[in-house]
């Protein structure tokens, strides 16, 4: 089992900055790759970020490339989203997501590959 706490949501204007935090516990962190996600209102749940387990690569959705940044910190069990330029179609509930050893692009991008998720944290963008 592995356990996920967001942090960090809120309410920022549009072109600010915030920065996520994901807690992990329980099992070991590393041998996971790590993302996250965003649902808003009435829609499905997507891809936004996510690194790999081993070898730290990094993969975005198209709509964040540029401006979301993830990083990960095994020691400390730590997932971070660094957001900047935000856009209103950026509010969304924020899910940080681990899945067991995914490695490659279509691995870490595929929803259908994490195991454990967290609770959610928001994010609203006003215009």
């Known amino acids: 089992q592995v356990q996920l706490v967001e942090s960090g949501g809120g309410l920022v204007a549009a072109g600010g900055s915030l920065r996520l935090s994901c807690a992990a516990s329980g099992r070991s962190f590393s041998s996971y790759a790590m993302g996250w996600f965003r649902q808003a209102p009435g829609k499905e749940r997507e891809f936004v970020g996510g690194i790999s387990w081993i070898g730290g690569f990094t993969y975005y959705g198209d709509s964040v490339k540029g401006r979301f940044t993830i990083s990960r910190d095994n020691p400390k069990d730590t997932l971070w989203l660094q957001m900047n330029n935000l856009k209103p179609d950026g509010t969304a509930v924020y899910f940080c997501?681990?899945?067991?050893?995914?490695?490659?692009?279509?691995?870490?991008?595929?929803?259908?590959?994490?195991?454990?998720w967290g609770q959610g944290t928001q994010v609203t963008v006003s215009s």
């Open positions: 997501a681990a899945g067991k050893e995914l490695y490659l692009d279509y691995e870490v991008q595929n929803i259908k590959g994490y195991d454990y």
